[in-house]
């Protein structure tokens, strides 16, 4: 009788979680909407944006471009030239519609999608898709979106790499994906087939061949990369650092000391490099890549430049250890709880980048994109804490293999985000976590009962 009675108790909860959450995302999917439409064919301003439209217009990329997203980029301003067509409407159109399949793919795959509930994965997909940081990344001229778009494709091909027969096509399948990874933002593909193992990795039944066949297509991609970087994506073709592991570590590590640390630094470090250069750069972090990155690269070369920036990370822990390892716990907690770290650095807290990453979403729509993100921000994280564990607690259909997937590729994809960054907390880069923490609110609305969806819809 006991457990009858606490049964209920959680149904109840659950019911009024599940309604509090279809609410909080009628909310955002409204003012995204609206956002969405009055944002629609305008840019925000970013650097980065003008960049790539003149790598796709000169033809001159490097293992920072990437070879697809200029290419899309100068076609757009082509037809813009000769249509007037907005340079950024038909980018975003694509963008959004890429993002909007994949999600949809996504949902389907972890939810039995019928005539019954078709509409309410449609609106879980919406939910997804007007989240005011995602829909930033597809309203940019940012390689994110598309970015974000392939792994989720990649990962609906992967679960079904789990079929009565295993096909040997996966392995194409799955190296084409890493190879448009790696093309639309460098390393990505890497990135995708670390994720692919962890899938396989977490499913249950035998998975030799499935495994076997990943491994052949990322030793293909290894090749792949390298090739690429001799003849398409050359580092430092466009005057700045390269884009190794090695270099990005360095400069998570290092730049923020690079004045502090300069007594400690070889004297193969001082003599391009001065201590009022080392000033410069700390202060301004956009000339790591320019100033202090593409001097050393040019100096020592690829592989010599890849010794200093380890010596410089040595002499990072050896002197600076304390520092050193407070600085990357810090970085953990603020892509492992973005929201909040948002939320912090709006209130002035912290060193980052979000004061001018929230103005480009404001920069046409005020009052829209303050709304937009404070629901998203605030209101929708906290729903979705409590539905996931509402669904751990009622819905034993959900919490499946998947649920520890997503948990697996959560933290590493925090690690990776962490620690590859240049400069200071940047939410853009954590466009796959943004959207891993929507995922559990999109799910419970899928799982939501009939009576429940009446309710609201």
Known sequence: MTETKNSLSLGRIGRIVRILLLFAGACQILFGLAYLAANLGKMQNYGETYELLDAGKSLVFDDRTGLIYPLILAAADLLHGITGVPFMLPVQILQLVLAYISSSLVLKSFCNVTTGNRLYVETANLFLLTSAPLLQIHLSGLPYSLALSVLCVQYVVTKRAFGKEYEKKMMWQWLLLFVLEELILPWTGFLG???????????????????????????LLICFHVLAGIFILKPGNRGKMQNSPIAIAACHLTWSRLADNYFFWDEEIKEIFSEEDAVAVTNTESLVLTDFGATVDAEYGYFGAQKVYLHMMANVFQNRTREAVSDQIADLKSYGFMPVTVFSNLKGYGRSQTGFHVGRLREHSPELGS???????????????????????????????????????????????????YFPFDYRRGYLLWYLMEIPGAFAMVSATEGERKLLW
């Open 193 to 219: 087939a670390l994720f692919a193992l962890i899938c396989l990795l977490f499913t249950r039944g035998e998975k030799k061949i499935q495994i076997r066949g990943l491994l052949v297509a990322a030793v």
């Open 371 to 421: 709304l937009l993100i404070m629901i998203s921000l605030y209101l929708i994280p906290i729903s979705i804490l409590l539905s996931g564990a509402v669904i751990t607690l009622l819905s034993k259909k959900m919490v499946n293999i998947n649920s520890a997937f997503i948990f697996a590729v959560f933290v590493i994809a925090v690690v990776i985000t962490a620690f590859s960054g």
